[in-house]
Structure formats: structure tokens, C-alpha cells
């Protein structure tokens, strides 16, 4: 990795200090790139260059901490960055503010900004802790996405209407108390979608036609998830295993075939680009959306 000053100056957050630069490898058919934030502002889209990962940020040495790692095993090239306040308050203190409230709550100014190369497909992994991250994944080739947030507020989508340049196989969001928004996630072409709420909030926008069948699998704690369909000829398929403490509310377009079982009336077995939802919910709660009216069950 190297270490290049730059001069840039973004309004809002101050100069640019620093950026870490990732170099690709020879060999390297395929990136397995893990980035770990505590705090701050983080975003991440589409790089200009074939540089595996730059990084930009307005921190000095002193206000962060980072631990770094590259190694190339067969025609994988596996990166890993930390990066870490020196003197975080700590995501516990954050969590407990987000359920008990706080007479003002700290502004962070701190910025991180990630560029990616659209010419390698990567295997992405991103972990937050508190703060702001916006992803956007327009034209690169992910071939699996993670996201995990304790309290980050995150939002991750395909903003410039590019689609993924090849099928995803596994598309997981996980939120504890924060919140993630998922736009335009058909884009990914994902063939499978895990999403795990706990006591925060997740919406999940299908309203793109969907590209290929995907299978959606979801887990509601506590929380809210928000599930926005797309229009009705899309073949749609719900399997919901609730409890008495949830709430469940779903369009008038999907009909009930069987015991927690809804189809849209295009749905039939072996349908093409299809949504098909496989829902637990214990106490939180689950909302369909499109433009027809919801119905409560």
C-alpha cells in the first residue's frame, strides 16, 4: 500500500489529507476486499483507474488508526482494511443513545471516501460501526456483497442505473440498530438476498423489473423491514412464518394460496425472473408496498 499526499479540498469536511492506495497484483482474477469502520462518514463507488482500492480521507495520522493487509492466494487477491478512531466514544454508547435518546447527539466530520475498479469482480465485505455510508455499485462486478451495521445509518444501491455487469450470487444486508436502505436492488441480479433486521430498520426497493429469479430469505428481530415491489406483473411468491406479537401488512395484488402462503397472480412455479420471499418475523414488523393498496392480515 502506498501513501500519497493530495491537496483536494471538499467544502463540507475540510482538506484531504490522505489516500491509501491498493495496486493490483498480477494473477489476480478476482478481489476479496473486507473494509471495517467504527465511525465516520464512508462512501464507496466506482473508481476511475485499475487500482484495486483508493482511499481518500480528511483525518490526520493522529485521529485514526488503521491495520492493513494484502496477500495473494492462487488468482484471489485478498485485502483487508480497519480503520479506527483513536478515541471513539464506542458503539455501545451510540446504541444506548439510539434507544434512550440524547439532548444532542455529536456532529462527525470525519470523511471516508473508497473508489473501486470496475474491471475486477470482487467479493465485498463492509462492516459499520457508527456514522453515515453510502454505497453505490452502478457498473461493477460484485459477485457477492455483505453488509453488516451496528448503528450506521447506511444506504447502498446502483444511483446511475448501471446494472451489476454479472449474476450475484449472494446479496446479504444485516442491520442491528441502525437502519439500511437498499435502492434499485435488482440491478444486483441477485440470485439469493439475506437480510437480517434486529431491533432497526431495513427497506428493500424490488420496484427495478427484475433481471433474473431471485430469492429473498429475511429475519425481523425487532425491527421494521419495508419490502417495495415492483409492478404487478411481476411474478411474486411470500412465505411468511409470523407470531402473534408482529405485524405483517400486504398488497391487495397478492392473493393467499395456502396456510402463510401469497402469490401475485402472474406467479406459477418455474416463473421467470421472479421474487420469491421467505420471511420469520418474531415481534418486529414486515411491509409490502407498490401502488395498489395495502391490505392488514
Same mark, same amino acid.
Given at each position: /500500500?502506498?501513501?500519497?499526499?493530495?491537496? @483536494?479540498?471538499?467544502?463540507?469536511?475540510?482538506?484531504? =489529507?490522505?489516500?491509501?492506495?491498493?495496486?493490483?497484483?498480477?494473477?489476480?482474477?478476482?478481489?476479496? %476486499?473486507? @473494509?471495517?469502520?467504527? !465511525? $465516520?462518514?464512508?462512501?464507496?463507488?466506482?473508481?476511475?483507474?485499475?487500482?484495486?482500492?483508493?482511499?481518500?480521507?480528511?483525518? !490526520?495520522?493522529?485521529?485514526?488508526?488503521?491495520?492493513?493487509?494484502?496477500?495473494?492466494?492462487?488468482?484471489?487477491?485478498?485485502?483487508?482494511?480497519?480503520?479506527?478512531?483513536? &478515541?471513539?466514544?464506542?458503539?455501545?454508547?451510540?446504541?444506548?443513545?439510539?434507544?434512550?435518546?440524547?439532548?444532542? &447527539?455529536?456532529?462527525?466530520? =470525519?470523511?471516508?471516501? /473508497?473508489?473501486?475498479?470496475? !474491471?475486477?469482480?470482487?467479493? @465485498?465485505?463492509?462492516?459499520?460501526? #457508527?456514522?453515515?455510508?453510502?454505497?453505490?455499485?452502478?457498473?461493477?462486478?460484485? =459477485?457477492? %456483497?455483505?453488509?453488516?451495521?451496528?448503528?450506521?445509518?447506511?444506504?447502498?444501491?446502483?444511483?446511475?442505473?448501471?446494472?451489476?455487469? %454479472?449474476?450475484?450470487?449472494?446479496?446479504?444486508?444485516?442491520?442491528?440498530?441502525?437502519?439500511?436502505?437498499?435502492?434499485?436492488?435488482? @440491478? !444486483?441480479?441477485?440470485?439469493?438476498?439475506?437480510?437480517?433486521? $434486529?431491533?432497526?430498520?431495513?427497506?428493500?426497493?424490488?420496484?427495478?423489473?427484475?433481471?433474473?429469479?431471485?430469492?429473498?430469505?429475511?429475519?425481523?428481530?425487532?425491527?421494521?423491514?419495508?419490502?417495495?415491489?415492483?409492478?404487478? &406483473?411481476? *411474478? #411474486?411468491?411470500?412465505?411468511?412464518?409470523?407470531?402473534?406479537?408482529?405485524?405483517? =401488512?400486504?398488497?391487495?395484488?397478492?392473493?393467499?394460496?395456502? &396456510?402463510?402462503?401469497?402469490?401475485?397472480?402472474?406467479?406459477?412455479?418455474?416463473?421467470?425472473?421472479?421474487?420469491?420471499?421467505?420471511?420469520?418475523?418474531? /415481534? $418486529?414488523?414486515?411491509?409490502?408496498?407498490?401502488?395498489? *393498496?395495502?391490505?392488514?392480515?
Amino acid at each position: /500500500m502506498t501513501w500519497l499526499g493530495v491537496s @483536494l479540498i471538499i467544502t463540507a469536511f475540510g482538506q484531504i =489529507k490522505k489516500q491509501f492506495t491498493v495496486e493490483d497484483a498480477p494473477g489476480c482474477g478476482e478481489i476479496k %476486499l473486507c @473494509l471495517k469502520a467504527n !465511525s $465516520g462518514n464512508c462512501f464507496i463507488k466506482p473508481g476511475s483507474d485499475s487500482h484495486i482500492l483508493n482511499v481518500f480521507s480528511n483525518q !490526520s495520522e493522529n485521529n485514526y488508526s488503521h491495520n492493513f493487509k494484502k496477500e495473494v492466494k492462487g488468482n484471489i487477491c485478498d485485502v483487508m482494511l480497519r480503520l479506527e478512531e483513536a &478515541e471513539a466514544e464506542g458503539i455501545g454508547k451510540n446504541i444506548s443513545t439510539r434507544f434512550f435518546g440524547a439532548d444532542s &447527539e455529536p456532529v462527525n466530520d =470525519k470523511v471516508w471516501k /473508497m473508489y473501486l475498479t470496475e !474491471s475486477k469482480p470482487y467479493d @465485498l465485505q463492509l462492516d459499520y460501526g #457508527v456514522g453515515n455510508a453510502h454505497v453505490d455499485l452502478s457498473g461493477l462486478s460484485i =459477485k457477492k %456483497l455483505k453488509i453488516n451495521t451496528a448503528s450506521a445509518d447506511v444506504i447502498v444501491g446502483y444511483f446511475s442505473a448501471l446494472e451489476n455487469q %454479472l449474476d450475484m450470487d449472494t446479496f446479504s444486508v444485516k442491520v442491528d440498530v441502525g437502519s439500511i436502505n437498499v435502492k434499485n436492488i435488482s @440491478l !444486483s441480479k441477485p440470485k439469493q438476498v439475506v437480510a437480517d433486521v $434486529g431491533f432497526g430498520s431495513m427497506t428493500l426497493d424490488f420496484t427495478t423489473q427484475p433481471l433474473i429469479t431471485s430469492k429473498v430469505r429475511g429475519s425481523v428481530g425487532a425491527g421494521n423491514l419495508t419490502i417495495l415491489l415492483p409492478a404487478n &406483473e411481476t *411474478p #411474486v411468491l411470500v412465505r411468511i412464518k409470523d407470531s402473534w406479537l408482529c405485524s405483517v =401488512k400486504l398488497p391487495a395484488s397478492l392473493k393467499k394460496i395456502s &396456510e402463510n402462503t401469497f402469490a401475485s397472480a402472474t406467479y406459477t412455479k418455474g416463473a421467470k425472473n421472479a421474487l420469491i420471499f421467505d420471511l420469520d418475523v418474531s /415481534m $418486529g414488523n414486515i411491509i409490502f408496498k407498490n401502488p395498489t *393498496p395495502t391490505a392488514s392480515r
